[in-house]
Each structure stands twice: as C-alpha cells, then as structure tokens.
C-alpha cells in the first residue's frame, strides 16, 4: 500500500510540475527571493520592523523569504495544486482507480501528498535563492543551513499542508469545486493571512508576531524603543533605507512549535474529511455533472461500430444521399457590417443562462445605488463589479473549452470577434454598474464617472488578456478578488475605479491611465492570440496539401 501511495504521489507531481502554471509561478517565487534581499541602499523592502533591518545572515533571511513565501504560496499555490482531482474525473482515470481497492482515504491522502509536494517543491526553490541572495548581498557570506531552513518549517511548511488540505476539499465540494471556489479561496485566504498577523490569532497565526517580538527585543537591547514600532509583512516602499542591526535569530517556543504541529495535523485530517461526501467517480450519484458514459471509456473516445447510426429498423444506417452542385459564391457581409451581431452574441453567451438569483442580485444592486445617498455609489460600484466574476472569467476561454478555438481561428476578420468579445464583457459592466453610473450623474460627480468609464474598460480588458494568456479563467478568478479586495480595504495605487476617495477627490491613478492599462491588455491579449493562431493555420494548410488527391 505504501508503495501504491508513492506512485500516486509522484505520478501528481510529475504531471503538475510540467504544466507552465507551476513555471510560472516558479519564476515569480524566484523574484520574490530577490525582492525579499533588496540592495542595502534600497527604498523597498518585504519585512519592516520600525524602519530597522537585521544584517544579511542566514537567520535574517531565511525568515524574511519564509515569511514572504508563506504568503504567497498560500494565495497563488492553491491555484496551481488545486485541479488534479478535476483532471482524474475528465480524463476517466478516476473511474479506473475507482474500481481498484484503492480506499477513498488513501486516494484523498494521495491527493493531498501530491498538492504538498508541489508546494514543497517551490519553498525548496525559494530557499536556494535565499541562500544565493545572501551571498550576492556580502553582508554574511557564509550561509548557515539550519538558521536558514528552521523557519520554512516552523512558519512556512504548516502553511503549505493546509492549502494543500483546502484544495482537496474545495475540489470535492459540489459548491467549491468550479469557479466560485477560487473567488472564496481569495478572499478567505486574504483574511486568514491578515488575521494571521496579529498577536492574537489563534494558533499562533501565521508565526509573524513571534519574530516581530524577537526583532523588537533585539532593539531594545541596544537602547533603541521600538515598542510602538509597526511590523509591516508585504512589498511597501519607504521613505528611507531601513538601517540594519546584528539580529542573533529568531528561536520558535516550544508552544509555537506545538501549534504548528496542531495545524499540520489538522491540515491531514481536513484532507480525508471529503470521503464523507465524495462520489469516487461514481456519475450514478450526479456529482460529475452530464449523463453518465458507459464504464471503460473515456470523454475522448471515439465511437465505436457498436455506436453507428442505425435506420429504424435496427440496421445500419443507408448511406446520404449525394447532394447536386453547389450554387455561385454568394458575396456575404464583411466581418466589421455584422459587429453589432457579433457583440450581441458574445452577451448572450456570456448572460445566457444565468440564474434568476444572479439577476435578482443585479436588480438588488441597482435598486440599493438609487436608493442609498450619492456618497455610498463608489461603495455600490464596487460591490456591483464584484458579482459578475465568474461571468467575465470566460473571456478568452470558452473557445478552448467547447472545442472551438480551431474552428474560430479560420474566421476570416479575427479581429472583429476578438473584439467583440471584449466589447461584451464592457456590456456587462456597464449593465451591473447602470445604477451607480446613474447616481453619480444625477449628482454632478463627473471624477466618478469618468472613473466608472475607465473601471468598464479594464476589467474586461484583464479577464481577456489572463483568459488568452492562460487558457482557463483561473487566474483571472485569483487575481480580480485580490485588487478587489485591495480596493475594499483603501488601497489607493490599485484603484481601478475610484472607490478610493480623499475629500471627494480621486486618490487612486488617474482614469486616463487606467484606460490606457486596459487597452495595453487587450492589445497583449491580441497578440498572444494572433501568436498562437499562425502556427494553428500552418498546420491546417499543411494537412489540406497532405489531403489533396494526387494527379
């Protein structure tokens, strides 16, 4: 069993780590090792303890780079790690390890041995670039394996266990399995990971106050009062380079290594606490979604002579008949003449089929910024842009999920349905954020309005460019909740449509810039999809010579 376990284990990592997700965020873990070791002379910095630094050692950055992976790991990790159930159920590989004797406890460990190894697999990364990053730096060269890695596995490694837990469960739950499940994953781990800093937090949180109290008692060792000193964890710029101090390293209590092994062991027991609901694949219980398929096949398999068409007598079915010439070419409307079409149905695929509670919000929300006084319509606007998410998500992916990405790559004016998508996704901010639009009018905010114009282009503007970036709305569901957040918490420079005020004034960039940003996306996203459409029609030229009889 021990061995079966191993294989599932390493036939997750193996698959997850050749996708480019992990590449990607591979690469920017590495940058974020650099950018936790800034120049001695730099302005910005991760880690900020009353504008003090300790001196370039391993103990100081083996937890400084701790902490920063710690937390972005657990926001970006997830969404690497968090589709390999997914991808058992659409490949039928599921189906198959289902009718094994393999328990369902053991095939959920598994799952969650995969997703911790791949996250592992990054912190391993992220410490090799510490450890190089110190010796760039020349303040300490020699580098001390254990002060370095003791906090990656009392901070950072318990983290890591728990994201991984949490996408097992959110992968198994019927709720949390689609793209809900990564707008709740944002704005819950954002609130973990800030609640986690305080001293107060329950298990220690995320172990920050702990190091913040060490560095503080370092500072008052050498007369300097750093009690009412701010802590700051996260990429902030200051006004001057923070001054550094010998710090003899950051030594974990006993309590909080305990509460670290209370969270690991949670993390273990919240990953086989899916077996209570989870459908081993079973499509007799509903849980994969569409009719069921016969056992032994899988979603790609072509038909078979047993699934011929037959004619109504139970025979094969007679062959078509053969069909007369075909008429002149008729000369069809150009691609820009039937736009407004396009565009309409863009919206309908997009609107299509929601639920009347999706439109009952919409109307809820337009009701409460007629309602409410002027001064509440940036907040209305911004829980207005909010709600549509999962619908601007497929932007730039429905294509390649249906099937259709070669088909629509030969329509002759690309660009027209590329912008008419986009187009769409406009339409459906201007339709959610109408009532707030209307309040701000009515009451001569024109900083508002042109805000809430730029805010209509942008949001489109990067769900498209992640869409066809990546191919799946995943990142545009991590990374839209996060500026959203931001924003809800009066983060001015990410203020993409003025919700963020000072005297009524803007605080955040100016519109024009923030229209000018949407449209540099939906211009990377052209070109990305220009770039994969050329080598897409050499290929079909190429197979139609291939086909052409010879004479």
Known sequence: MVRGYARLVLGDVRERVRRPVYLVTLLATVGLGYVAVPAVDSRWTVVDVA??????????????????????????????VRNTVARDRETGVGELLAATRLRTPVYLLAKFGGNLAVLVSMLGVLAATAAVMQVARGEAVWVDPVRLLTPYLVLALPLMALTAA???????????????????????????????????????????????????????????????????????????????IEWPGWEPSGELVATRLVILAAAVVLAVLPALWFDRFDPARGAAGGTPRPRGTGPHTPPGPEHAPRDGAGGPATAPPRLGPLPGPIRAPGAWAVFPRLVAGELRMLVGGRSRWWWAGVAAITAAALLLPARSAPTVLLLAWIWPVLVWSGLGTRARLVGLDGLLASYPRAGARFLAEWTAGVAVAALVGAGPLVRMVASGDAAGVSAW??????????????????????????????LWYLVLNGVSPVDFLGAVRADGHLTGPPPPLVAAVALGLLGTAAAVAAARSRPGALRAAAGALRERPSR
């Open 453 to 482: 114009a730029a805010g209509a282009l942008f949001v489109p503007g990067l769900a498209l460019a992640l869409g066809v970036v990546s191919r799946v709305g995943r990142p545009f569901q991590a990374v839209y909740p996060l």
């Open 166 to 244: 949490a996408a097992v469960v959110f992968e198994t739950a019927p709720v949390l399995r689609g793209g809900a499940g990564n707008v709740v994953w944002s704005v819950a781990a954002l609130t973990l990971l800030l609640g986690g800093l305080s001293p107060r937090a329950p298990l220690g949180g995320l172990g920050a106050a702990s190091v913040a109290e060490s560095f503080r008692a370092s500072l008052a060792a050498r007369g300097v009062d750093a009690s009412a000193g701010e802590f700051s964890l996260g990429l902030t710029y200051v006004d001057e380079p923070l001054r550094a």
């Open 51 to 80: 504008g003090y630094r300790g001196v370039y050692d391993s103990a100081y950055v083996g937890t400084v780079t701790a902490l920063a992976g710690a937390l972005w790991l657990t926001l970006a990790g997830f969404y690497v």
